[in-house]
C-alpha cells in the first residue's frame, strides 16, 4: 500500500483514496468526516442529477416545459425535497472541493482566510435564495408577479 503524507492538504501531496489511508493522513475526525462526506455525497448526487434528468428529459418531452410545467411540478412537496436535497448536496459537495483547491494553491494563511470567508458566504447565500425560492412562495404566486413584470 503507498505510503500517504501526514498532512496532505498542506503539503501538497496526493490525496488518500481508501478510507484506511484516510485515517492515516487526516489528523482530525472533522477532515476524516468531510474526506467520507465527498465519497457519500458523490455517490447519492450521481443519482439525485440522473433522476432529475430522466423525469425532466427522459420522461417528459424537454421541448414542451413551460412554466406550467414547472409550476405544476414544483408544487408536489416530493419535488422539493428531491431539489432541495440536490441543492444542498451539490453546493456542499462543491464547497467543500473548492476548500481543498483553496487550501492547495493559496499559501499564505491571511488570503486563504479571506478566500474561504468569502467562499462560505456566496455559498450561504446561494442556498438561502434557492431553499427560499422552492419553499417561501406557492408557484401562482410567482406566476403572477412574473406575468406583471411584463406589465
Do not use: C
Not at 447519492?44 to 427522459?58: K, T
Amino acid at each position: 500500500m503507498p505510503e500517504v503524507a501526514v498532512d496532505a492538504r498542506t503539503t501538497g501531496a496526493a490525496r488518500p483514496r481508501t478510507l484506511r489511508e484516510a485515517r492515516s493522513a487526516y489528523a482530525t475526525n472533522s477532515e476524516l468526516a468531510w474526506w467520507v462526506f465527498m465519497r457519500i455525497s458523490g455517490f447519492l448526487l450521481v443519482f439525485l442529477v440522473f433522476a432529475h434528468v430522466f423525469v425532466n428529459n427522459i420522461v417528459t418531452n424537454a421541448g414542451t416545459i413551460d412554466y406550467d410545467y414547472v409550476a405544476e411540478r414544483l408544487a408536489q412537496p416530493a419535488v422539493r425535497v428531491m431539489d432541495s436535497f440536490l441543492l444542498g448536496l451539490a453546493l456542499l459537495h462543491g464547497t467543500n472541493g473548492l476548500r481543498y483547491v483553496v487550501d492547495d494553491h493559496i499559501r499564505r494563511p491571511q488570503a486563504r482566510f479571506w478566500v474561504k470567508a468569502v467562499l462560505y458566504t456566496v455559498v450561504f447565500a446561494v442556498f438561502v435564495v434557492g431553499v427560499m425560492t422552492l419553499w417561501t412562495y406557492t408557484f401562482d404566486e410567482m406566476g403572477e408577479a412574473v406575468r406583471n413584470l411584463g406589465q
